[in-house]
Each structure stands twice: as C-alpha cells, then as structure tokens.
C-alpha cells in the first residue's frame, strides 16, 4: 500500500528492509572533476553513465509526487553499480512541488500549500501539468517533515547524497500574480514575520509601530501573545487588505515589503537579512542538519542554484536567471545561439566568474556545477542544434566553464522524454572529450581564481588565471561563425611572484602536452601558443 502523508504535524515512519552493504563510496565532492547530468525516475538506470563514468551526476534520480513514497518505487541495485566505477549516487526530489494525490485528504494538501495574502492557496497551472500543481510551504514544519520523510528513504537505501530541487520555490506568486510574489503569506509563515519583527525591533512601542510601518492600534506584533495567534497577535494578511496591497504586496509602498523581503528564485543570498531569507536559511540548515544527523555516515548535500551549507552547488542554467541584467530581464543567455546555430563568438566568461564568486559568499569553497536546465527554450536550443556545434557547445562554453573554476554538468538525460545523448549522437563525444578532464584532474582541483591580471595579444579569446599552489593559465577561443577559427601564434602575459621552473601545454584539442615558447625575467612571464583551437591550458610548473 502506497504511503501518504495523513497526519498534521505527524509523519508516518514505515519500517525500511535493511540493504545490503554497499560498495566504498567515492570520494568528497571536492575531489570531483567530471560531472554528468542524468536524472531518471526512481526505479529507473541510465546505461550512459556506465560509459561517461563521470565522478558524480547531479542527481541520478528524482523524487516526484508520489513516486518515491515507499522503498520499493526504487532501484537500489544500481548503487553499487555506480560505486564500482567510481561515481557517486545522488539521490533528489523537487522540495516544492506538491498534487492532491500526495496527500491523503484535500485538507491536508491545503495545509502544505503555500497562500496568497488573502489566504488563499496560490495555483500553479503555468507549470502545464494535467493535475493541478501548488508550491508546498517549507514553514510549515508538517511540510518539512514530509521532504525529510522521502529524503530518509533514499539515504536508508544506500545514496551518497541528496540533491533537493527549488528550495524556495513557494514566494512567486505564479502566473495568477504575474509573479509578483503574492505567495507564501499562510499562518506558519506569517508567524515568523511576526517573530522576526519581534526579535528585531525588540523596544518598538505601538506609537513606532505605528509610525514606522503604518500599524494600527488592533493589529501590532505582541511579545506577550504567542505569535501563531492570529487573532490577537500582528496579522500581516490583515495589514495587507487595510491597505490594499493583498494583491501586490511587494508594493514599493508598503513600508513592511523590505522587511519581507523579495525571494529569488534558487537563490541565498549571504547579505540578504530580511525575513524571508533569514527563516529560508533557518529552515534550509535544519533540514541539512537533520539528513546529516540520520545518516550517520558522510553524506553529500546540494540543491539547484546557490545555497549555504551544501558540499557542492549545482546551477541550474535556464532563462530569467537572475545572473545578469538584461532589457527583457531573461538573465545570461548561458545557451548563446542565433538563428538557430551556435554563437559562439559570445563568451560567458563573466557570468561563469559571478557564479563562482557568488557560491564563495553563500556557501564558501565548494565545487559549483552548471547543468543546462529542463524543459525550458535553453535546453531546447541546445538539443537542436545540428550535431558539431552541439559539440561545440562543450568544446567552447564548457571549457569556459572549466577556465572559470565551475564544472560542467555533460548533459545526458532528462526526465521528460527529450532525445537522449546517445540518441543525439553525443555520447561517444562526451565520453572521450571528459577524458582529458579526468586525466587532468589535478589542474581543476585547484581552481580558485587567481589575483594577477592575465593578458592575451589575439582578440575575442577569454584568458584566466587559477590556481594557489598550481597556477594554470586558460585560453578559451570565441573565434566562431558555425565552426571554430583556430588562431595561431597567440601571446599570453603575467606577472607572478617569480618565474615558474617549467611551462607546458595541455588541451582536450590535441593529444599529449607540449612545451611553449616562452620567456621569463624577474616574474614576467611572457607564453607564445602556436595554434589555439578551442580551449588550452598553460601549466605553470
């Protein structure tokens, strides 16, 4: 019998058979240098990643609705299949989409749903599902129960980590509110607004209540009623209706707004302190907490997008990102293309950069992964490009991303029947390209950015310098009009604290390393390339 959830507050804990060992698990995610993208549902295996063998997928498997309730929706077996070759198994489910049909009864379903400011649940039909879809609300601690409930069955069965999908996707307002961000204003959650004015304007009397935020005198934040009272404690739903903003209430108007705060989407930002962000990360860490605290072994936590407390970030790429400021505010366009082909002459070298640097403040030195996200028109673009200049995509924007200190995720499969990497043609491509990665692994271990400027006589190259101990310097080609227009003679500089013992080559272009043409006096160092096709790297020895 189908598990579902069935109580307030309380979640039913099933008995889980116990697993057989498993095989050692493989290493930390700071080891990690080739990562895939294959997600399938839980009871299925992707044969690819047996060829691409990459060190870690982002997430092998996917949670959804009520596939994954029970120990027995899931194909374990393939573990130990992954562990032999030396990958690790991530296992992950969306944190916030929810149906009717996961929930025992409509009444349970409405509590997990998130609410509008009139107290309504808040629809996602743009989602296109045949079943109405809602945003399930990580502040009620039911809610948090039930993520945490499929995400101890995954772990009891064996995966190294759990990858949870759109966090704090509950805050948009969906197509209803043109996303506004009319969601998220449910009991629980309106609670914690009222805890944390509380705790952050602690001597505020009525009259500053009421001056600073347009209180009145039968609707303030009391420290002597529990918060959870609606009735005699701050409604901020009533605050909303009194002064019309229940339809927008990130109005700029309305002086409670920046206390609210404005939720991005798989984003945490460290300097954000408002009050959605400081209980997002607060409920966020518990649930980490929790997964670490019943594993009891070392396990590996990551999300779509940048979050705090993870052991390695894993970036969705799909359109109205948040990454850079565009007119149409569509964000980075991480899949560049024009007519139908492949621009690479763009170059993401400083969206890459913002996405490192940004993962550093959030959540410290961990591997950032980027994956080309689903199903949305980047992806689209991408499956349709003709066959080399979707290879092309790796060859340019993949080693960019490398040159970067991120990691590519090799896109292989997805979960709603697009055509697969093998079907594509591509399998055989990735499959050797992502060798050179693996056999030079010890380059991107250390790929924190370095602080001396790099220089480079060819136009329309992207050059960067990593490294603390290693230093490394990468050359990315965005010579391209539907193919690659390889430069020669290419000229690079820098300027190190002393002149390295020995300078090679290395490229996934051409087989073997090289030894450059190359000079240096007191630190300046001046590299001459004889031919840059794609990407090459100069080591620093």
């Not at 790929?447 to 310098?465: D, E, H, I, W």
Request: hydrophobic share 35%.
């Amino acid at each position: 019998m189908r598990r579902r959830w069935t109580t307030f507050g309380i979640v039913l804990v099933l008995a889980t058979p116990a697993y057989p060992a498993q095989a050692a698990r493989p290493e930390g995610a700071r080891d990690f240098t080739v990562y895939g993208f294959s997600q399938s549902d839980v009871d299925q295996e992707d044969p690819q990643v047996y060829r691409l063998k990459p060190d870690t997928t982002v997430r092998a498997i996917g949670k959804w609705s009520t596939s994954g309730d029970e120990p027995g929706d899931y194909n374990f077996g393939q573990i130990a299949r992954y562990h032999a070759q030396g990958t690790a198994f991530m296992g992950s489910g969306t944190a916030s989409i929810i149906f009717p049909q996961d929930f025992a009864s409509t009444e349970i379903f409405d509590d997990m749903s998130t609410r509008d400011a009139n107290g309504d649940p808040v629809p996602h039909d743009e989602f296109g599902f045949p079943i109405p879809a809602r945003r399930g609300n990580i502040f009620n601690p039911a809610y948090r129960a039930y993520l945490l409930g499929w995400a101890k069955i995954q772990l009891d069965g064996g995966v190294d980590g759990i990858n949870l999908d759109e966090v704090n996707g509950g805050f948009s307002g969906g197509q209803k509110y043109g996303f506004n961000g009319n969601e998220g204003f449910d009991d629980y959650t309106i609670a914690d607004f009222t805890r944390y004015l509380l705790a952050k304007y602690p001597d505020y009397t009525g009259a500053l209540w009421a001056s600073h935020f347009g209180m009145t005198t039968d609707n303030l934040p009391r420290a002597d009623v529990p918060a959870a009272d609606l009735a005699r404690n701050f409604n901020y739903r009533t605050y909303l209706r009194a002064n019309g903003w229940n339809l927008d209430p990130l109005n700029a108007a309305n002086p409670l707004a920046k206390e609210w705060g404005r939720v991005t989407a798989n984003r945490m930002y460290a300097g954000d302190t408002s009050f959605t962000a400081t209980y997002l990360r607060r409920y966020w860490k518990s649930i980490v907490d929790e997964l670490r605290r019943y594993a009891r072994r070392p396990i590996l936590i990551s999300s779509n997008g940048l979050w705090p407390y993870v052991d390695f970030n894993s970036v969705g790429l799909y359109p109205w990102n948040p990454d850079e400021q565009t007119p149409d505010f569509r964000g980075a366009d991480y899949v560049p293309v024009v007519d139908g082909h492949l621009n690479g002459a763009k170059s993401l070298q400083a969206n890459y950069q913002y996405l490192k640097r940004t993962s550093n403040e959030i959540a410290g030195d961990v591997p950032v992964a980027v994956f080309i996200d689903w199903p949305n028109d980047m992806m689209t673009n991408y499956l349709n490009l003709p066959l080399e200049e979707r290879k092309d995509y790796w060859r340019i924007f993949g080693a960019e991303a490398y040159a970067n200190g991120l990691f590519p995720a090799f896109h292989l499969k997805d979960t709603v029947g697009s055509p697969t990497a093998e079907q594509l043609g591509m399998l055989d491509f990735l499959t050797t390209y992502s060798q050179f990665y693996k056999d030079h692994r010890r380059i991107y271990r250390d790929n924190v950015p370095a602080p001396q400027p790099v220089r480079v006589g060819t136009p329309n190259v992207s050059v960067s310098l990593l490294g603390t101990r290693l230093k490394t310097v990468h050359l990315v080609n965005h010579n391209y009009n539907r193919a690659i227009v390889p430069q020669t003679g290419v000229t690079v500089g820098v300027d190190l604290p002393s002149c390295p013992r020995r300078v090679t080559l290395v490229s996934p272009d051409r087989a073997g390393s090289r030894t450059p043409a190359s000079t240096c006096r007191h630190g300046r160092l001046s590299v001459t390339v004889d031919r840059l096709d794609y990407y090459s790297v100069i080591v620093l020895g």
